[in-house]
């Protein structure tokens, strides 16, 4: 579920951000670089369980 909303940030949500700050709130932006992401892995795993 979370890669169709990321979809939909990265396809609508994003190419509208600029023109809409440059209108609302009189920002001008000049170059923007996209900042690719890091993905953490660890091998740590922690039980779903509780024990009493």
Same mark, same amino acid.
């Given at each position: *579920? %979370?890669?169709?909303?990321?979809?939909? /940030?990265?396809? /609508?949500? #994003? !190419? %509208?951000?600029? !023109?809409?700050?440059?209108? +609302? $709130?009189?920002?001008?932006?000049?170059? +923007? $670089?996209?900042?690719?992401?890091?993905?953490?892995y660890?091998? #740590?795993?922690?039980?779903?369980? $509780?024990? *009493?």
């Amino acid at each position: *579920m %979370a890669n169709i909303y990321d979809r939909v /940030i990265k396809e /609508i949500i #994003e !190419p %509208a951000l600029r !023109p809409l700050a440059e209108i +609302a $709130l009189g920002l001008r932006f000049g170059d +923007a $670089l996209e900042i690719e992401d890091k993905i953490q892995y660890t091998l #740590e795993r922690e039980a779903d369980h $509780l024990k *009493m």
